[in-house]
């Protein structure tokens, strides 16, 4: 079974500062890793993903993230926030299985920006 | 159209009405999902499809019908549902194929108000 954790449900930062959210994860298995990012009015839009290799991953829009075994941790950074960054942002984990791949969303995370 | 997507994406209905939403995919994946989204909760798989057969039902009310014609084309009907229903529901959809790692691809919703 797996689960998600993600600390803060709304984060502000300034425009131009360091972005940092935060998810942790349980799973009994490898696990695959995913950010995705919500607009208002829109569906989910995947950020980046873990699955094996590199333990530092780069997504669109200048995001990163960092999965760290020994913390259970896969926390979402970008260096400098700009403000179309507002958005809700979702940390997910799947079971390293194929085929039948089910994942598991934390209750996400209100990013706001401020001029 | 590309990508996934969705009709309606607005619906409201009465406790008594029978509607449906329906999902349509364009990237030729083989794998179809729907979600639910309540305020302040993550979100909630409810059915998952694999090469237009049911594989998952998590544990979802009866009140929820899924239908999934082809690969392409996946429907929720609705009957007689309860206000605490009222959610957005997403539909997603992903190749599902032998060991490599495909993701989900998100439609942006069908915003449902019970009353």
């Known amino acids: 079974a797996q689960s998600v954790t993600q600390l803060g449900s709304h984060v502000s930062v300034s425009e131009g500062a360091l972005v940092l959210l935060r998810c942790n994860y349980s799973?009994?298995?490898?696990?695959?890793l995913f950010w995705y990012v919500q607009y208002p009015n829109q569906g989910l839009q995947l950020l980046l993903k873990?699955?094996?290799?590199?333990?530092l991953v780069k997504g669109i829009n200048g995001f990163e993230a960092e999965f760290k075994k020994s913390e259970t941790s896969f926390h979402l950074t970008k260096p400098s926030a700009h403000m179309s960054d507002a958005a809700e942002y979702f940390c997910?984990?799947?079971?390293?299985?194929?085929?039948?791949?089910?994942?598991?969303f934390g209750t996400g995370t209100r990013l706001t920006i401020i001029p | 159209e590309t990508g996934v997507t969705q009709t309606p994406r607005h619906l409201v209905m009465g406790m008594t009405n029978k509607k449906s939403l329906k999902c349509e995919q364009h990237?030729?994946?083989?794998?179809m999902y729907w979600y639910k989204q309540s305020a302040k909760k993550p979100l909630e798989l409810m059915f998952v499809?694999?090469?237009?057969?049911?594989?998952e039902n998590n544990s979802v009310p009866s009140r929820f019908s899924p239908e999934c014609p082809n690969s392409s084309h996946l429907f929720l009907h609705l009957h007689t549902l309860q206000p605490e229903d009222s959610a957005l529901y997403l539909c997603?959809?992903?190749?599902?194929?032998?060991?490599?790692?495909?993701?989900?691809?998100f439609g942006p919703g069908t915003r449902l108000t019970v009353l």
């Open positions: 873990y699955t094996t290799g590199a333990t």
């Open positions: 990237l030729g994946h083989n794998a």
């Open positions: 799973s009994s298995v490898p696990p695959y």
């Open positions: 997603a959809s992903r190749l599902a194929r032998g060991s490599s790692y495909n993701e989900q691809f």
């Open positions: 499809y694999n090469f237009k057969e049911q594989t």
């Open positions: 997910a984990v799947s079971a390293a299985l194929f085929g039948n791949e089910k994942l598991t």
